[in-house]
């Protein structure tokens, strides 16, 4: 039984910690891409038009360019053209969402895509699923998860230890002392936006491939905001986003758990809304708590 809600958290976790680690890399820069919901509504559309017609593989990678395919409209307006970003991207999000429910209809007509979208079956690792109680959880997963402990370490060296990781560090914390050192801020917070839509998008493309077997409007259902209450639990550190994600991987199991336990004098509503009510009640929490970056969703003066 631990086993299996191990298991399972992990798997909801998944999509959680993609979009988030993207988007933590754009909050080091300075920018909140409230459109990382856009991103992701529209790589799950992606990966499942994709997926059908190529498979799985060429699900994720269109799901990942359809992500930052959204993420390069809000990069235009809110990065270059130094646009608010909240209402930008609230802009940008609301767009995707209605556009990707238009394509959906368009393609598959009334009647849907239904369960015949191609995804990832879990692929156990030898020897180390076998692990006592986290061996099957951590390790016999789809592939996309796998992808994601890479990422995770990846990011996490790639900002402490590199000097385009310390260059973005700069331009969140000071900008002007960036570009004086000759760092062009808009071109970092332009590829950082870049890759938090990207990771949305593979993040919708999980949603897709490696859970639901098929698309359904709006099933991003929030996870983009979600993705953004993360990114503040984890203090802005891949480590603590990939730990945060794994509480509201928990919390999506925890809501299945209870519906499955078919409590009728309980209104299904409340189940649905425990992933939501943890997101303000870890947002209240974490006020004060934790260190933003100095120019978070501050707009720039010049561009270099």
């Known amino acids: ?15 959680f910690a993609l ?3 993207g988007e933590c890399v754009s ?46 409209c809000f990069a235009l307006f809110a990065v270059v053209m130094r646009a608010d970003q909240i209402i930008t991207g609230t802009a ?61 370490g ?34 970092v917070q332009f590829a950082a936006v870049l890759f938090a839509g990207a990771m949305a998008g593979l993040a919708g493309g999980t949603l897709v491939l490696a859970q639901a077997g098929t698309f359904v409007e709006q099933m991003s259902a ?16 891949p480590l603590g986003v990939a730990a945060a994600s794994l509480l509201f991987g928990a919390a999506y199991t925890v809501q299945n758990l209870f519906q499955s336990l078919g409590l009728s004098e309980v209104p299904y509503n409340l189940f649905l809304a425990v992933p939501y009510v943890l997101t303000l009640v870890v947002l209240a929490a974490a006020r004060g708590a934790a260190s933003a970056p100095a120019s978070l969703g501050r707009r720039q003066i010049e561009s270099h």
């Open 19 to 21: 979009a988030a680690l």
């Open 154 to 187: 990846l990011v996490a060296w790639w900002l402490a230890r590199t000097q385009s990781g310390l260059a973005l560090r700069a331009v969140g914390e000071r900008p002007e002392a960036a570009a004086a050192a000759g760092i062009s801020p808009v071109r």
């Open 27 to 72: 909050e080091r820069a300075g920018v909140i891409n409230i459109g990382l919901e856009g991103s992701i509504i529209a790589g799950a559309l992606g990966a499942t038009v994709a997926a059908g017609l190529f498979g799985p593989t060429a699900g994720f990678a269109v799901g990942a360019v359809s992500g930052l395919a959204v993420a390069l």
């Open 92 to 152: 940008i999000t609301m767009f995707a969402l209605g556009l990707t429910g238009t394509l959906y209809r368009v393609i598959y007509g009334a009647s849907g895509v239904s369960l015949t979208t191609p995804t990832t079956a879990a692929v156990a690792i030898p020897g180390l699923s076998a692990i006592p109680f986290v061996g099957r959880a951590l390790f016999a997963q789809p592939p996309i998860t796998y992808v994601l402990y890479g990422l995770i």
């Open 222 to 237: 929030g996870r983009g905001f979600i993705a953004i209450a993360i990114v503040v639990l984890g203090r802005w550190r």
């Open 1 to 15: 039984m631990i086993d299996a809600l191990l298991e399972a958290t992990i798997r909801w976790a998944t999509p």
